[in-house]
């Protein structure tokens, strides 16, 4: 079993090429076969191979079982994971907060009128 | 409204979460919304989730148990132990998730100037996986996750995918 930390590792280290984070880009529109990837960059088919292959082994991209094209499919949760889950967590919790916010001021208001409504009248 | 406070998420270590946010009121009342359930449920989990279940038995070695239910169906359920009650200023709990082992300690501190007050949480893990696991737990299954991801990823590697 991979730990996160392995994996996120995997991921900033596909991440950290380019022309991969290109392919990436790419796949967002849709599946692609290799040859489709290849020609927008000008590279070889072989040179392709090799950052899909990366891009694979990090789990960011898998291969369709379409047999004759093995169009190459977008994989979102390792990068979801990288760019995301700490980000979500402080949404998360700022979006409690807000809330937490307008309750507070809720309670002081009541407070502020009960103060008001019972002047000279201490319980 | 007042002007909130944004909330400050650090990772200080690999076993540890600190939230600080500031808040436009006494601490009493903080303190309060933190531990009384009909306060807790009015505030806690924004966007559709909500409080299933919200039992706390203030007192030391008195339990709390939170149930989250998410939009989705899904539910969260973490529990624990209160180990220091001292209001307005401090709480210290145990925290642990039923998807996942791993106990934590959670040390909330209140501070007032001037009316305000300042909310820091701590939260301790026992080891790294638990730490993500905590930071994770919020948005597990977020199906929002995945639609921002395209955007992201667009984002970030057009102006590389034309040099």
Same mark, same amino acid.
């Given at each position: ?52 292959? #990366?891009? $694979? ?17 977008? !994989?979102?949760?390792?990068?979801? $994971?990288?760019?995301?889950?700490? !980000? ?5 919790? $700022? ?6 916010? #307008?309750?507070?001021? $809720? ?17 | ?70 939009? =989705? =169906? ?11 009650? +001292? ?27 001037? =009316? ?20 994770? +737990?919020?948005?597990?299954?977020? +199906? ?5 991801? +395209? =955007? ?12």
């Amino acid at each position: 079993v991979i730990n996160i930390s392995q994996r996120l590792d995997a991921t900033f280290a596909a991440l950290a090429d380019p022309t991969r984070r290109a392919i990436l880009a790419r796949l967002t529109a849709g599946d692609a076969s290799v040859l489709e990837l290849a020609k927008p960059f000008g590279i070889s088919q072989p040179a392709i191979s090799k950052h899909l292959k #990366v891009l $694979e082994r990090a789990g960011l991209i898998s291969e369709s079982r379409d047999a004759q094209r093995r169009p190459r499919r977008l !994989e979102p949760k390792p990068l979801a $994971e990288a760019t995301g889950w700490l !980000e979500d967590f402080r949404q998360f919790w $700022e979006a409690s907060f807000q809330r937490l916010d #307008v309750l507070l001021d $809720e309670e002081k208001a009541k407070r502020k009128k009960i103060a008001h409504g019972k002047k000279g009248d201490r319980r | 409204m007042t002007n909130p406070g944004t909330l400050k998420v650090a990772t200080p270590t690999d076993c540890e979460i600190v939230l600080t946010r500031e808040f436009d009121a006494p601490r009493q009342m903080v303190f309060d919304a933190l531990t009384k359930p009909e306060l807790l449920k009015r505030w806690f989990a924004p966007h559709g989730w909500s409080l299933a279940v919200c039992e706390v038995d203030l007192k030391v070695g008195g339990r709390f148990h939170f149930v989250i239910q998410r939009p =989705g =169906g899904g539910r969260t359920g973490m529990r624990g132990v209160w180990s220091e009650i +001292a209001p307005p200023e401090r709480l210290v709990h145990t925290e642990s998730f039923d998807d996942f082992p791993g106990e934590s300690q959670i040390t909330t501190e209140f501070a007032e100037q001037n =009316g305000r007050t300042t909310l820091t949480i701590r939260s301790l893990s026992p080891a790294k996986e638990v730490r993500d696991a905590i930071l994770r +737990a919020g948005t597990d299954g977020m +199906a929002e996750c995945y639609d921002k991801l +395209a =955007g992201i990823l667009a984002a970030s590697a057009r102006p590389s995918a034309q040099g």
